[in-house]
T-cell receptor, first 113, second 108 residues
Framework: DAEITQSPRHKITETGRQVTLACHQTWNHNNMFWYRQDLGHGLRLIHY???????NKGEVSDGYSVSRSNTEDLPLTLESAASSQTSVYFCASSAWQGGTEAFFGQGTRLTVV | TQLLEQSPQFLSIQEGENLTVYCNSS?????LQWYRQEPGEGPVLLVTVVTGGEVKKLKRLTFQFGDARKDSSLHITAAQPGDTGLYLC????????FGKGTRLHILP
């Protein structure tokens, strides 16, 4: 069965360190998204990609970067982790742009100390 | 910028009661989606509504898309403890945006 997996599920890191969260999907979807979820803010879009070599900034992209070298993977990098980036991060993929079902990973809980 | 506002933010009701939650925007959406999220999991799609005025039923859940395609509602009949969770509406033209969700708790 096709799926989308995130790793690690939990991570604790120190302020200032570079951190990369992995996202791998076997749906063969062109579109992939990264969100963060915080109490009181819901799911906020960080970055998204419509295909290989395509990346776009979402509403809360500062301090984050992504790269898309193949269809299956969209790693999210925190260049210099800050306490404000403590959150639960979700990766998602969808077949078409807008208005179609997004399939989500199980999330990565990141704590920056 | 497209925004989706959901209400109420929290809802706690007794098993067997009916309830309605809302998703509103000042923007027109070509479609809206409803997701349900359980603790420790990612959101899972419940339904997509596409046509203005459309009504879709999923067992005890009834979803409606407003005539102007700016709002949607989710009505649950005879709520059960298994309905407990975070309900999110989502939509967007070139990227998927989410409302902040309604956290629903059904008391047995």
């Amino acid at each position: 069965d096709a799926e989308i997996t995130q790793s690690p599920r939990h991570k604790i890191t120190e302020t200032g360190r570079q951190v990369t969260l992995a996202c791998h999907q076997t749906w063969n979807h062109n579109n992939m998204f990264w969100y963060r979820q915080d109490l009181g803010h819901g799911l906020r879009l960080i970055h998204y990609s419509y295909g290989v070599q395509d990346t776009n900034k979402g509403e809360v992209s500062d301090g984050y970067s992504v790269s898309r070298s193949n269809t299956e993977d969209l790693p999210l990098t925190l260049e210099s982790a800050a306490s404000s980036q403590t959150s639960v991060y979700f990766c998602a993929s969808s077949a078409w742009q807008g208005g179609t079902e997004a399939f989500f990973g199980q999330g990565t809980r990141l704590t920056v100390v | 910028t497209q925004l989706l506002e959901q209400s109420p933010q929290f809802l706690s009701i007794q098993e067997g009661e009916n309830l309605t939650v809302y998703c509103n925007s000042s923007s027109v959406f070509s479609s809206l989606q409803w997701y349900r999220q359980e603790p420790g999991e990612g959101p899972v799609l419940l339904v997509t509504v596409v046509t203005g005025g459309e009504v879709k039923k999923l067992k005890r859940l009834t979803f409606q898309f407003g005539d102007a395609r700016k709002d949607s509602s989710l009505h649950i009949t005879a709520a059960q403890p298994g309905d407990t969770g975070l309900y999110l509406c989502a939509g967007g033209r070139d990227k998927i945006i989410f409302g902040k969700g309604t956290r629903l708790h059904i008391l047995p």
